[in-house]
């Protein structure tokens, strides 16, 4: 009898386990899960075609800027970190010439874009105000790009694409402990909690809370499409495919000391985050000049990016930015957020794997514009945005739209499958996220 209750008890168990716990309401968000998941079958398709389009193909960085964080930044020697770059024939003309082109405003548009916008409230103008009083490109989230520099190279994401290579131990576990001890914010140390848990987050403000959350989904969704694009081998040799045991290992709540389904939680936050911007900004890109030297495929170009976006805007009370930084110390937080921020930003050029490093910057400078947007004071249509940050925006949504394909697609291979085990015993031993680094491979 006692056997026949252990195994129903284990069976019981695994479906918890599988399940992930993924509905309900996102946490610091007005969507439900089911809401997300709806929105995100019509324009994942759509999506995924539209960065296959020559202008948000070719990225143009340099992945030669140095580290200032540390003296040595070393360098990946395995094949898998390579990066293949563009010669000038491959490269659309219009993009060439006009690599960092703006549909930006114009000086007159600039003096207006610089007033505070009077239907905001006091709080956040005074945070804004304050803001005002560094240098010019302080809004910003990230510290921008050099892509003029003789060391800038174009890039073919479909040819270079984000997935597992092998990156891994110190130099990984740096740039991460890097990012959550030293930048993402932290409960008072006389709070109960001092770690950075799904439980001690909410002894935080909602501003460090959406910090935490942003970074955390980002970092889920580095690990979901590694996890996703996996080195099969095979009777034909080396192949590219899902890995449900590295998928598990990574999220499993037993793996993970329960934050696993947490992880994937703040997942569908960073979504809904960047797919509020992208809304938001529908008048500019209505605007927008989507140059690449061909007309027709400009033309094309447009049509597609608004058709996708308001096809976004059915997805009801996403995210809403009003409610941060207000209150007396908002000028304080905000700057706060903006600084820590911009120092992920450069902890990227500490990245030693190629791949990693460009695939990281993308997604951080897309994540950093989508807030420029949503925190700037001007009417999105006004904003001044450069070609590279347009790009990674939505490189890094669509990103973000193949983590859920690709926990989808986990989810059903579990459900349908054998359940592939206990983790290692060295993997459950993890305290909190600091010591959880081998989510952190890149």
Known sequence: MISVFYVIAHLILIRTLVSFQLRGQVDDCYCKVEDVDNTHSVSFEPLSKLVQRNYFRYYKVNLDKPCIFWKERGECTRSTCALKTCTQAEVPVGLADNNNKSSGPTCEEEQELSKINNVISDDRIAALQKLEKHEADNINFCVQEDEDSEKAEFYDLLQNPERYTGYSGEP?????????????????????????????????????????????????????????????????????????????????????????????????????????????????????????????????????????????????????????????????????????????????????????????????RGLGTALKILFSGGKPENLALERGEVVTLFNAFNQLSHSLHYVKQFKDQMDYSEYPGPPEESDRKQDNIFSTFSRGEL
């Open 172 to 364: 990984a576990r740096r740039i991460w402990r890097s990012i959550y001890e030293e930048n993402c914010f932290k409960p008072k140390k006389d709070s109960l909690f001092i770690d950075l848990t799904h439980k001690s987050i909410n002894y935080m403000c909602k501003e460090k809370r959406v910090f935490f959350r942003v970074v955390s989904g980002l970092h889920s969704s580095i690990s979901i499409h590694l996890a996703a694009k996996y080195p099969v081998q095979d009777f034909f040799g080396q192949k590219w495919g899902p890995n449900l045991a590295e998928f598990s290992r990574r999220f499993l709540p037993e793996s993970t000391n329960g934050e696993g389904p947490h992880w994937l939680k703040n997942l569908y936050f960073v979504y809904l985050v960047e797919m509020r911007a992208i809304t938001k900004a529908l008048p500019l890109w209505k605007s927008w000049d989507f140059y690449t030297g061909n007309p027709e495929e400009d033309t094309k170009t447009k049509e597609d990016v608004v058709d996708i976006v308001e096809s976004l805007l059915s997805c009801p009370d996403t995210f809403d930015e009003a409610q941060l930084f207000k209150g007396p110390a908002a000028g304080e937080i905000l700057n706060d957020f903006l600084v820590h921020f911009r120092n992920i930003s450069q902890i990227m050029d500490c990245v030693t794997c190629d791949k990693c490093r460009l695939w990281g910057k993308i997604q951080i």
